[in-house]
């Protein structure tokens, strides 16, 4: 079996059809039978047809599309929450789909950990206790459990609150106890369904935040489901976008907005702030074999609008592009730069017309 980096997952040719003889109607779904037929002529409901995403060690994917899509009907295959009617999800080159009950309830233990949309916290519990709670199922002592929840409480702005109860909390508080009860497990891979989704506004932003700035020390595979693709291109490494059970697009936060599959895409990226969406190496001129440094630089990944910021007291000409090591890759200007930035909603235009034509 080919090596996995830990923590990493592959699905592969995943198909999920509710009813009481699923089975038998595999075939006839790779065949090209509709969801609309299926219920019609069967009486089974299709939710999902043949996944396939490989998902890296370390990496925030995201699984976007609108209610009915499959998304929370995908994650729980991971942690087999529900049972495939075909293919595989493979967690380290591990089939969870061929597990036993016992090796089952090992992986959910150890592996992986949930944090939901309506947080699920017990509300007799303590947040320290809520926190510890699974730690307890672990089998880990009461004094390692408290220093752990403790240190992850305290890394999630919760210091001080352990003894409060979640009536006590707000949503937003709520949900960082879920957070931390989810870290504190230590599993390499992260389970997140609509976890910001009953957030208010400026709430789901300021998690969005603590989960990124979290991500950059603790680096799990985080799955996250969301219905709203602001979130999806703010967190994604990379993004899955489902309709009724099938992925549409994949790829990254640039791939999605630059280059819609089709119509369906062209229509949610529409309105799209590309500014806060594309990197600057996406509309830098590459450099010419004899091109000169111009002695300002500024790195490929950051957005157009992060440029325009560092960038808004620099002389006017080219600004040298670099990649992480410090090489040279392109040039840009602010002026071009700043229009991008005026004509992100043209562009969006132009993306949804050729896709429209495509299809």
Known sequence: ????????????????????????????????????????????????????????SGSIQVIMGLSGSGKSTLIRHINRLIDPTAGEVLVDGVDVVKMPEAELREFR????????????????????????FGLEIQGVARAQSIDTAMRWLERV?????????????????????????????????LLMDEAYSALDPLIRTDMQTVLLDLQKEIKKTIVFITHDLDEALRLGDQIAILRDGEVIQQGTSQDIVLRPADDYVANFVKEVNRGRVVHVEAIMAPLGATAADSGQRIAADLTIEEAVRTLASAPEGDITVVDPSGMPLGTVTFRQLAGAMVNAHETNDRAMAIAANAA
């Open 157 to 189: 702005g919760l210091k001080g609150f352990e003894h409060k109860y979640p009536n006590q909390l707000s949503g937003g508080m709520q949900q960082r106890v879920g957070l931390a009860r989810a870290l504190a497990n230590d599993a390499p891979v």
């Open 1 to 56: 079996m080919a090596e996995h980096a830990f923590g990493g997952i592959a699905i592969r040719h995943l198909y999920k059809i509710f009813g009481p003889d699923a089975g038998a109607h595999v075939e006839a779904v790779r065949n090209g039978l509709t969801k609309t037929e299926l219920n019609e002529r069967h009486g089974h409901v299709l939710g999902l047809r043949d996944i396939n995403i490989e998902m890296p």
């Open 109 to 132: 233990r150890h592996q992986t950990a949930m944090v939901f949309q309506k947080f699920a916290l017990l509300p007799h519990r303590s947040v320290l206790d809520n926190t510890i």
